[in-house]
């Protein structure tokens, strides 16, 4: 399954950049891609595995910046 989600906050092409290799080390992701001028994230995983992957990914993301949101909705 490959999704696109906006991100609010994203407030450094470094941070961006950090945030896409650490999503790409995620067991399950396939394809991942931070974009820090249109501020948004495409993941593609596994659809068994993709709800317990986008989990890790929210995690990875706050951990790398602490202020930027992955819109999920």
């Known amino acids: 399954m490959k999704k696109m989600y906006m991100l609010?906050?994203?407030?450094?092409?470094?941070c961006a950049a950090k945030m896409e290799e650490a999503i790409k080390k995620i067991e399950g992701v396939t394809y991942a891609r931070v974009?820090?001028?249109a501020?948004?994230?495409t993941l593609e995983a596994d659809d068994a595995?993709?709800?317990a992957v986008l989990?890790?990914?929210?995690r990875?993301?706050?951990r790398i910046e602490p202020d930027c949101t992955i819109l999920l909705k």
């Open 49 to 51: 595995v993709y709800d």
């Open 60 to 62: 990875t993301c706050k």
């Open 55 to 58: 989990a890790e990914v929210v």
């Open 8 to 14: 609010e906050d994203l407030d450094c092409a470094n």
């Open 35 to 37: 974009s820090y001028l």
């Open 39 to 41: 501020q948004k994230l």
